[in-house]
């Protein structure tokens, strides 16, 4: 690339050898595109090396690492500056990635106060840059006299917000923050959370700011609890480093290229038809020509403004414009196979973690947080049915005339009743889950090295839950469906909590994908289009008598989130205590630390501190 430049500004003025020199770099651009369209990162979270330089001691595994933030040189996760003998007031800037974080000398200004400055943007739709929030808490001073309350509470800020937007809910999120707040030392500290913003109340000054819309980013919600953890737990934590420790985390690209994920959603939807919805194989055939087109559409939202707010009615619309077009043209059959077809394509859009996190935090304490999700999974529901049938209307006119024997709007509806397929129940489970989960977290967007415990918790989770449905058959007793989903999360929670306590990664992260296999909010769309075939005349009394869309919905949402608070509310205490435990651990013998990690009524040692 050095030739090409050269080459530029060597040619003649009239700039004709120019395109040719574009060109080129248009192939290497379209060359890098494609690199980046099937990329996976096969490496380590690198924020883990970063949190080595945010306090005095800290051990990661086995090495001892020493960054004295007071010492003339000063590591930060993206450089080391060196600071002179006079440097006591600093500027703090970072505007955006990758530029390093600069440190300027002032040696006429010592004995003052440090300012900080940063002109980055808090993001996550937010127009207001940190200096804005800098500016909010200037001139607050804590008991001890220092005046870095705003770094302080721009940190607490942007992990909020992070934590939010990646898929964690208020109630744990709030729990987190409260300790993060007690280790930064701000004393009297009021954080607010709910579903569209964030209020940091410290000395009588108030930062809020709007949480952009949320989704579940597994690579950055692990990254982001760790560093939250650490801060919190870490005494001396450098709130600078950590802060510029997050912006790295969210500027940095996912571990999973564009490609891989529409691949991922296409096997996802095609062994969710024989897992989830107990199909048979035509159906996962006839998912893979309608499921490229899904994540094909879902990913164009992702790149434009516009069709981003459009989602939620695009989605549907193009299930809807597709799948009658599968249904006469490559796959004819029963109709009851295309109610199987539409719940695939949908499911990973299904209101899973609505329902789940807003019976949770209602149970918790937090009502209008919990209600206002229970309400946004009701409205997603007749969002997806909505668009699904206007959709159908432009192929699927008559489609169902030869089922219905009458042509018009009774024949030009989705079909609404799905019929058993031919897999039997314990190949599904025992075989057809593995690439299920896998694909799932791939879309969750879970790193390849953080792959085996989730996956594995996920699979012993839906191991025991294949049992239970199915209990009659191993000499048990038959279950309600209700008790057998609140078993089968209290399962995950339990399994998902001991992970979190061996290896500190969030338990949330073996829980939904677990919940979201359940098909949570799938009752209450075949409910929905019952209730449509009703309203023209084609009344199946067995299905209207059994649909119920406000209890389909809330009652799954309860049973998934009984199981998983009774099993948050048993290892809370513990994990709180892992966790505290290794935030403790400084430069220690491999004995100690050890000794240190097990329970209290467990510890006998005899080594000593190095």
């Not at 500004?9 to 060109?23: C, R, W």
């Not at 085996?452 to 839950?465: K, N, Q, R, V």
Request: proline letters at 6%; hydrophobic letters at 45%.
């Amino acid at each position: 690339m050095e030739a090409d430049r050269s080459y530029i500004t060597n040619g003649d003025a009239n700039g004709l050898e120019e395109p040719l020199v574009q060109q080129r770099l248009a192939t290497t651009t379209w060359m890098q595109s494609l690199r980046e369209a099937i990329r996976v990162d096969l490496s380590a979270d690198p924020s883990k090396l970063e949190l080595a330089l945010m306090s005095p001691n800290t051990v990661i595994g086995t090495l001892p690492v020493k960054a004295d933030r007071w010492r003339p040189q000063l590591a930060t996760p993206l450089g080391v500056g060196t600071l002179g003998e006079d440097s006591w007031c600093l500027e703090f800037s970072v505007d955006a990635p990758p530029k390093p974080m600069q440190w300027k000398e002032f040696p006429e200004t010592r004995g003052a106060p440090t300012r900080f400055r940063s002109s980055r943007s808090m993001g996550f739709g937010n127009a207001h840059t940190e200096d804005d929030v800098l500016a909010t808490f200037d001139g607050i001073q804590d008991g001890r006299g220092k005046n870095d309350i705003g770094p302080r509470a721009l940190l607490v800020l942007k992990l909020a917000l992070a934590l939010l937007v990646y898929g964690h809910n208020t109630v744990d999120t709030e729990v987190i923050l409260r300790d993060v707040c007690r280790g930064l030392g701000l004393v009297g500290a009021n954080l607010e959370l709910s579903m569209r913003s964030v209020r940091c109340s410290v000395g009588g000054r108030t930062a809020e700011l709007l949480v952009g819309k949320r989704g579940v980013v597994f690579d950055k919600l692990v990254a982001t609890t760790r560093l939250a953890t650490h801060v919190a737990t870490v005494p001396g934590v450098d709130i600078q480093a950590a802060s510029a420790t997050l912006d790295s985390i969210v500027d940095r690209p996912l571990p999973y290229g564009w490609l891989i994920q529409v691949f991922c959603f296409v096997g996802f939807a095609s062994m969710a038809s024989l897992t989830v919805f107990a199909g048979a194989y035509s159906d996962a055939h006839a998912l893979l020509l309608i499921a490229p087109f899904v994540a094909l559409i879902a990913k164009a939202c992702q790149y434009n403004s516009l069709l981003g707010k459009l989602e939620g009615a695009l989605i549907p619309m193009f299930v809807g414009l597709v799948t009658p077009l599968v249904w006469i043209y490559a796959f004819p059959g029963e109709a009851c196979r295309v109610t199987v077809w539409i719940l695939a394509s949908v499911l990973f859009f299904l209101p899973g973690v609505q329902l789940i996190y807003g019976a949770y935090e209602t149970e918790f304490g937090s009502v209008i947080n919990g209600t206002s999700r229970l309400v946004a999974a009701l409205m997603r529901c007749q969002f997806l049915v909505m668009g699904l049938t206007c959709g159908w209307q432009i192929f699927g006119h008559n489609a169902a005339l030869k089922f219905t024997g009458k042509s018009g709007a009774i024949a030009s509806l989705p079909p609404s009743v799905a019929c058993p397929g031919d897999v039997p129940w314990w190949m599904a489970t025992l075989f057809f889950n593995l690439p299920l989960l896998l694909f799932l977290s791939v879309l969750f967007n879970l790193r390849v090295r953080d792959l085996f415990g989730p996956m594995l918790c996920g699979y012993l989770s839906l191991l025991a839950y294949g049992v239970l449905q199915h209990s009659r058959e191993f000499g048990g007793p038959e279950l309600p469906g209700l008790i057998t989903n609140f078993l089968g999360v209290f399962i995950a929670g339990n399994l998902g909590s001991l992970h979190e306590y061996l290896t500190g990664t969030p338990a949330c992260l073996s829980v939904l994908p677990v919940v979201l296999v359940y098909a949570p909010g799938s009752g209450a769309v075949k409910s929905m289009l019952v209730g449509l075939h009703a309203s023209v005349g084609d009344v199946d009394m067995q299905a209207l008598v059994h649909s119920n869309v406000w209890g389909d919905l809330v009652l799954q949402g309860v049973s998934y989130a009984f199981g998983m608070y009774l099993a948050v509310v048993i290892w809370r205490p513990l994990n709180r205590w892992r966790h505290k435990a290794r935030g403790r651990l400084s430069v220690l013998d491999e004995e100690l630390q050890s000794v240190l990690l097990q329970p209290p009524l467990f510890r006998t040692f005899t080594g000593q501190m190095s």
